[in-house]
């Protein structure tokens, strides 16, 4: 209204009469860019209502949602949404992040979404901080990985990217390692043994069942069926120390053996032949079900244990496996509330949790380097991997790091990307000539 008031109305209705033809050009103009101001005061306007509208005292969060919001718009986005990775060559390591989407729940309750994936190797964590005065700001962290997959991502798109390539590892005779990393809640389980609908899993859609696939079809190409080569399955579960087998009825405690040629063996594992993929379908689906059974929530023993899925291959007359394909749903790596907790189980646990995730840290590092001091005996996990990371560049591992998007998982959300990072620096400047 402002601006309609600095109108010269005398002057306007009577211009072409009385002012020469340049002038009314003129005049012309000043009422074009008057519009033009008009025009940006009202879209200003309209931002700020729509801004007011969010101001909703049922949403705490409404400044935090809105300064994302303005961040956002000014990227520019281009997310990864080809099928097939780039570029042949798989890396020995590689370092991946997925993006759930907000959850029912999470909408409802008008979390707010604080990351970003503006494109196919970079992620942004906006943190929601204040000034001494205690005005909100954000701050920005930056973070860059092998891929970045937005909450439109789906499982198959993720296993291109990250399982699918190893797949080859195992058929040349190698260990394939992939593992999913990252808070409870945040996807490991939903991304390896399949999508959720509701407490029900689908597990044709996981990277287990995904891997198994495409291990058939390799395994039906004359080079291998004409050797006779096959494949079992073992399914088993890292809970504190202990290893049970998910592929027996209660799934018993198994004892981790080291022999003199420092061979790890988990005694009486089941190694189940399968020949096709229902009948690993099968085996995935009992497993799952030990896994969770006597549990009323899907997460809560589950969350403490890391549950691995191989697939060997063997050659006639060879009782070692002469390759091997492991999947593991880590622990949730969240141990805050844990170090405080009254029942000293938990506390164990808990410590047990994060001693194996920082000596899996270090037997990638030691890897990356082709190191031949590998400190596997730092947890029952890495041990029972051990093979995953010796023999130098035949192995090849991948780390998925998965993230929640919401507010109140900023800090386990910032904790997990530095694990990620550090694992992705480490190589980086092993690369570096200087
Ligand atoms: P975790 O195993 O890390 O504890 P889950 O895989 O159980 O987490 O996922 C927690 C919830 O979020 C589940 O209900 C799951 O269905 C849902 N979820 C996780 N990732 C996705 C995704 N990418 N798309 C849709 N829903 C997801
Ligand atoms: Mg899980």
């Not at 990775?85 to 907000?102: D, E, L, N, S, Y």
């Not at 920005?140 to 499982?155: I, P, S, W």
């Not at 496996?321 to 938990?346: H, I, M, P, W, Y």
Request: with cysteine.
């Amino acid at each position: 209204s402002i601006l309609v008031l600095n109108t010269p109305v005398n002057q306007s209705n009577t211009s072409a009469a009385l002012f020469p033809r340049s002038s009314v050009v003129r005049e012309v103009e000043r009422l074009k860019e008057q519009r033009e101001r008009r025009r940006a005061l009202q879209d200003e306007q309209r931002r700020q209502r729509s801004a007011l509208k969010s101001k909703d005292p049922n949403n705490p969060n409404w400044e935090v949602a809105l300064m994302v919001r303005t961040y956002r718009d000014q990227l520019q986005l281009n997310p990864l949404r080809f099928l097939s990775p780039r570029g042949a060559r798989v890396q020995q390591i590689t370092v991946c992040v997925r993006k759930r989407p907000m959850s029912r729940r999470e909408l409802q309750g008008k979390a707010v979404d604080i990351i970003s994936v503006p494109n196919r190797d970079s992620l942004i964590v906006h943190e929601l901080r204040h000034k001494v005065d205690l005005t909100k700001f954000l701050e920005h962290h930056k973070f860059r990985f092998d891929y970045t997959f937005d909450e439109a991502c789906g499982n198959t798109l993720v296993y291109e990217h990250t399982a699918r390539p190893l797949i080859r590892t195992m058929f040349e005779g190698g260990n394939a390692t992939c593992f999913a990393y990252g808070q409870t809640g945040s996807g490991k389980t939903h991304t390896m043994g399949g999508e959720f609908c509701g407490k029900v899993q689908d597990c044709t859609t996981g990277i287990y069942a995904l891997a198994a696939r495409d291990v058939f079809s390799e395994l039906a190409k004359p080079k291998y069926r004409d050797q006779g080569a096959s494949v079992t399955c073992s399914y088993f579960e890292i809970y504190g120390s202990k290893v049970f087998d998910l592929l027996l009825p209660e799934k018993p405690m198994l004892r981790v053996l080291e022999d003199g040629r420092q061979q790890v063996v988990i005694v009486g594992l089941t190694q189940m032949p399968v020949t096709k993929v229902e009948e690993v379908l099968g085996i995935i689906e009992q497993g799952n079900r030990e896994r969770t059974s006597g549990q009323t929530s899907v997460n809560i023993k589950s969350s403490r244990s890391h549950a691995v899925f191989q697939m060997s291959l063997f050659l006639p007359g060879k009782c070692e496996a002469c390759g091997k394909c492991s999947f593991v749903d880590l622990a949730g790596n969240e141990r805050g509330a844990d170090t405080q907790s009254a029942n000293l189980q938990t506390r164990r646990e808990g410590a047990e949790i994060n001693k194996s995730l920082l000596a899996l840290k270090e037997c990638i590092r030691a890897l990356s380097r082709h190191s031949s001091h590998l400190p596997f005996r730092g947890s029952k996990l890495t041990q029972v991997l051990r093979d995953s990371f010796i023999g130098g560049e035949q192995n090849k591992t991948c780390m998925i790091a998965m993230i929640s998007p919401g507010l109140s998982s900023v800090e386990n959300t910032l904790n997990t990307l530095r694990y990620a990072d550090r694992v992705k620096e480490l190589i980086a400047k092993e690369d570096d000539p200087g």
